[in-house]
């Protein structure tokens, strides 16, 4: 089975993978939690593996996308591998990175991943420690992206991504936000996948908040659910 949430931040949000798996203990790594971005656990060289312990501990395979919130000089150091179609990080046997503009096949779904966003809170963060220009995404992966899904039809089951689509920010579920959160150029990037590729469902995270933003969008937090 192929599962979904929202942000882990390291160990701040990591429980609720421990509580998923005591609730599910028929899972093994032939089992996948997606997280959306800000997964938080290549973080630091020095903890790398006692960040990473608790994760590697967990009977499933964890994938995440980058959100804002990741060591980038670390995480892109790792070396790049072809996996069910797409490029990874290969972190750990049980973490994997999917990298941004992939199409993954994954249980016979398509699934297009694309992480990255900005920090709202950059002007407290300092650059090469605890925040990393390469959060945002550039046109390069921009265009990966819009050619990996050409590649199969502009057709996919499934789209996560860390931040959400313009246009979902101005939907009831999402408009609260927008008091602190502006509309950025990478929001209205993603937009433009909205327009060109047919899709199930799109989940994204960030915003902090568990939420069905419209029939086919949903934003997740501490929630996990099955993509079917």
Partial sequence: MIYVTGDT????????LQFFARQNPALSREDYVIVAGDFGGVWSAKTLDADLKPYEELPFTVLFIDGNHENFDLLNACPVEEWKGGKIHR???NIIHLMRGQVFVIEG??????????SVDREMRTEGVSW????VPDYAEFDEG??????????????????????A??????????????????????????DTVTYRHWYFGHYHIDASVNTRKTVLYHEIVPLD
């Fill in 91 to 93: 972190i750990r046997p």
């Fill in 9 to 16: 931040h390291g160990q701040h949000d990591f429980g609720k």
């Fill in 169 to 194: 920010m101005y939907y009831p579920a999402m408009v609260r936000m927008l008091a602190r959160k502006e509309v950025r150029p990478e929001n209205r990037m993603l937009s433009a996948f909205e």
């Fill in 132 to 135: 990393w220009a390469a959060e």
């Fill in 146 to 167: 819009i050619a990996n899904l050409k590649h199969h039809d502009n057709t996919v089951d499934y789209i996560i991504t860390h931040t959400a689509d313009e246009r």
């Fill in 109 to 118: 779904k398509k699934i297009f991943t694309f992480g990255g966003a900005s």
